[in-house]
T-cell receptor, first 116, second 114 residues
Framework: NAGVMQNPRHLVRRRGQEARLRCSPM?????VYWYRQLPEEGLKFMVY????????ESGMPKERFSAEFPKEGPSILRIQQVVRGDSAAYFC??????????????FGPGTRLTVL | DQQVKQNSPSLSVQEGRISILNCDYT??????FLWYKKYPAEGPTFLIS?????DKNEDGRFTVFLNKSAKHLSLHIVPSQPGDSAVYFC?????????????FGKGTLLTVNP
């Protein structure tokens, strides 16, 4: 499977717990993006990472959310002390490079987080 | 502040007819526009794109039209097939420094009836 992989596909957490979402980009892709889709909304940009670097985290909530893309292994989106409002679908996308102009991103299947 | 708007939450079309999905944007800095298709429980799949230097781009049954003066674009699917039933998202980006930041509309659910 050469596509973007995300796990888990479904994650249930109680308020106050931590959620860890993982994303493995397509082979050969070194740019990773995280988006969040709240119910009845479009996808909203959260963060853009390259290996070991956060390039733009302007869409991330200021507290409780963090992201990393280590030299080895998948990208991780971490949400600490989850609240009900964090319930959403979280999508990861990747691209092989960042060209000027069109930046086609390939999306994973998403992780659906439910906070009880 | 919604910079990309898809005002029709849903659209129903008969198989074989044309489907027209509309999208409006407010940010004049956007110069690349993309359409994504999304099935339930899957991620969005890239469908077709258009640069602001063009007013039309065609790929098989799919054509995207861009009217820059009206800040409006549309996706035409001809002929529509039942397998086209999905949510269609319009997205926009600025080819300058933040071209990686796609701004999405809320989506339009297209149902193609056999």
């Amino acid at each position: 499977n050469a596509g973007v992989m995300q796990n888990p596909r479904h994650l249930v957490r109680r308020r106050g717990q931590e959620a860890r979402l993982r994303c493995s980009p397509m082979k050969g892709h070194s740019h990773v993006y995280w988006y969040r889709q709240l119910p009845e909304e479009g996808l909203k940009f959260m963060v853009y990472l390259q290996k070991e670097n956060i390039i733009d985290e302007s869409g991330m909530p200021k507290e409780r959310f963090s992201a990393e893309f280590p030299k080895e292994g998948p990208s991780i989106l971490r949400i600490q002390q989850v609240v009900r409002g964090d319930s959403a679908a979280y999508f990861c996308a990747s691209s092989p490079r960042r060209d000027r102009g069109l930046n086609e991103q390939f999306f994973g299947p998403g992780t659906r987080l439910t906070v009880l | 502040d919604q910079q990309v708007k898809q005002n029709s939450p849903s659209l129903s079309v008969q198989e074989g007819r044309i489907s027209i999905l509309n999208c409006d944007y407010t940010n004049s800095m956007f110069d690349y526009f993309l359409w994504y298709k999304k099935y339930p429980a899957e991620g969005p799949t890239f469908l077709i794109s258009i640069s602001s230097i063009k007013d039309k781009n065609e790929d098989g049954r799919f054509t995207v039209f861009l009217n820059k003066s009206a800040k409006h674009l549309s996706l035409h699917i001809v002929p529509s097939q039942p397998g086209d039933s999905a949510v269609y998202f319009c997205a926009a980006s600025n080819s300058g420094g933040s071209n990686y930041k796609l701004t999405f509309g809320k989506g339009t659910l297209l149902t193609v009836n056999p």
